[in-house]
Each structure stands twice: as structure tokens, then as C-alpha cells.
């Protein structure tokens, strides 16, 4: 089992930054990629970037590279999204989750039915 907790979500205004955190416990020498996701009202959850957990390559959505930058620290067991140049479409929940396959490409990681172990989630709202 593994258990994750966001942190670092937020009110910002349009232009601005923050950085969540994704702190994972319990089997984690199990997981093999981290992945963030984001859901607003009323819309389907949506991928946003994920980062394997050994070679740490990455992945990203089209509509938020350039702004977003998915980073790890496998000593601390966490992965970080600093999300900057934030826009008010970027209000959402955001839930990091963990996998224990891996997959020989990154885009497969883009189907959150690839995630077994799931955060709570925390609420980011950029307003404009």
C-alpha cells in the first residue's frame, strides 16, 4: 500500500506561482511513476505531468508546458509541481497518484485508470 498526501494548494492570482507537494508513504519502493491530475467543477479529470521514479523522465500535457515542472526527491519520498504564469482555466483540484507499472512510454502514464494509489487531493484557484 501506498498512501499520498498533496499539499502547497491555494488562492493565486493570474501570473502567479505555487508549488504542491506530493509526500508518499508506506511500500514506496513500489512505485514507478507519480503522476499529477486535475478535476474542475462539472469536468473530466484531466492529466497534467508525471515523472518516473527512477530516471525521472517526464511527461507533460500540452497546455501547461512551458508553465509547469514536474520534479522529484527520492530521498524524501515526495514530487513537486511548480506550477508558474498560472491562469484562472488552471483553477482545479489537483490529486497526484502513484503507479507500480511501468510502461515503455510516457504517454501511457496519461490514463489515470494506470493509478492504483491515489491522494485526497488540494484545491488550486487562480483568479483572474
Known amino acids: 500500500q501506498v498512501h499520498l498526501v498533496e499539499s502547497g494548494g491555494g488562492l493565486v492570482q493570474a501570473g502567479g506561482s505555487l508549488r504542491l507537494s506530493c509526500a508518499a508513504s508506506g511500500i514506496t519502493f513500489s512505485i514507478a511513476a507519480v503522476g499529477w491530475f486535475r478535476q474542475a467543477p462539472g469536468k473530466e479529470r484531466d492529466f497534467v505531468a508525471v515523472?518516473?521514479?527512477?530516471?525521472?523522465?517526464?511527461y507533460y500535457a500540452d497546455f501547461v508546458k512551458g508553465r509547469f515542472t514536474i520534479s522529484r526527491d527520492n530521498a524524501k519520498n515526495t514530487v513537486y509541481l511548480q506550477m508558474n504564469s498560472l491562469k484562472p482555466e488552471d483553477t482545479a483540484v489537483y490529486y497526484c497518484a502513484a503507479t507500480g507499472s511501468g510502461y515503455s512510454g510516457l504517454s501511457f502514464y496519461t490514463n489515470d485508470a494506470r493509478y492504483n494509489s491515489w491522494g485526497q487531493g488540494t484545491q488550486v484557484t487562480v483568479s483572474s
Open positions: 515523472i518516473t521514479r527512477s530516471a525521472g523522465s517526464t
